[in-house]
């Protein structure tokens, strides 16, 4: 079923937008329906939903094995280093400029969660 949800996902991502889906497109929305299981999860355990909790976590494994491999947080936090040295960013109203850099230097290789995590 989470098979053919993203199949789904792609093709009307290709005909709303009228383009080809490459492969940082197909990453985006295949992180994209990782967060859609991840946020029910949260929902349903709230609820007291057990069932639910297993119906969507054995979803978001075979989402997941579709990702490619991503940095650990220790090569993300290194990165994040690099780049707010290069830019010589000193506070918090840099997070911006910062989070704009590292989302282009590292691309589809890191959670942006984790990048924003690092940038904090």
Same mark, same amino acid.
């Given at each position: 079923?989470?098979?053919?949800?993203l199949l789904?996902?792609?093709?009307?991502?290709?005909?709303?937008?009228?383009v080809?889906?490459?492969?940082?497109?197909?990453?985006a929305?295949?992180?994209?329906?990782?967060?859609?299981?991840?946020?029910?999860?949260?929902?349903?355990?709230? &609820?007291?939903?057990d069932d639910?909790? &297993?119906?969507?976590?054995?979803?978001l494994?075979?989402?997941?094995?579709?990702l490619?491999?991503r940095?650990?947080?220790?090569a993300v936090?290194?990165?994040?280093?690099a780049?707010?040295?290069?830019?010589?960013?000193?506070?918090?109203?840099?997070?911006?400029?910062?989070?704009a850099?590292?989302k282009?230097?590292?691309?589809?290789a &890191?959670?942006?969660?984790?990048?924003? &995590?690092?940038?904090?």
């Open positions: 079923r989470p098979v053919r949800g789904a996902a792609v093709k009307q991502k290709e005909v709303d937008e009228r080809t889906v490459d492969d940082a497109g197909l990453v929305i295949i992180d994209k329906l990782i967060k859609q299981r991840k946020d029910s999860i949260s929902q349903f355990s709230a &609820a007291g939903r639910l909790v &297993a119906k969507e976590t054995a979803e494994t075979v989402l997941q094995a579709y490619p491999e940095l650990s947080a220790e936090a290194e990165n994040v280093a780049i707010v040295a290069e830019l010589g960013a000193s506070g918090p109203g840099d997070m911006g400029k910062v989070m850099a590292a282009a230097a590292l691309g589809n &890191a959670e942006m969660s984790t990048v924003s &995590a690092a940038v904090k």
